[in-house]
């Protein structure tokens, strides 16, 4: 004689039965949301792309780059000192041109009155082009000084403007690496989505447990009942 089984189930879940068709809703729901190769990648708008593109182009501008480029190279030189006094190009042309200028007219002057080329022409006019060049000398300086602090000060403005090409393109460049791994990653986020909303509905639904018990065979419980009326 052999055994048997003996088995029970229980059922766990809402006893409200409007719940109970909720629940079914939302599984079916589920179900139809669900598709194949489906993903949740969402393509960037043709304003998002544009806008990027734009980015792009004003940060590959070159007479940006090259005027920030030439600024550098001209302020540097003068916050190095190398425009201080006299090494002052645009100064030092200026005051050739005016020692020129006075000693013609000096020269012109005293030629009209018979004494060109004398010895007090010759005296005169140095010592006046000499206090006339000492006094712009002086004042040269101290606006090169000035000049030089302000190149100085400009400089790191100067850095800085030049980085923002490189700012954009990197910021671009984040945006558009954003886009290519959510669409590289669409359809694993999509089964997530799925998996996460399966999750949700099965807590709601509840459960189902059966249990499975072994009976003893006949004659085991017939020769129980004989010892029992021993």
Known sequence: ????????????????PALNSTVTKLANGISNYYQPGGTAYVAPSATTTGGWQASLNAANNPAFNSG??????SYGNRAAGNE?????PGYAALRARIANDTMSAVNK???????????????????GLANALAG????????????QTQAATLLPQLFSAAQLPASIQQ?????????????QNGQLNYLQNVTGLISGAAGAGGTTTTTSTPTAPLWQTLLGLGLQAL
Do not use: W
């Open 68 to 73: 920030v480029s030439g600024a550098i190279n």
């Open 109 to 127: 002057n005293f030629n009209n009155s018979g004494m060109f080329g004398s010895f007090s022409n010759q005296r005169n006019a140095a010592e």
């Open 136 to 147: 712009m000398d002086y004042k040269q300086y101290g606006d090169s000084l000035d000049r």
């Open 1 to 16: 004689m052999g055994s048997s089984t003996n088995k029970s189930t229980q059922t766990s879940g809402p006893s409200n």
């Open 84 to 88: 201080l006094g006299m090494n002052d």
């Open 171 to 183: 910021s671009v460049g984040a945006s558009m690496d954003a886009n290519n791994a959510a669409q």
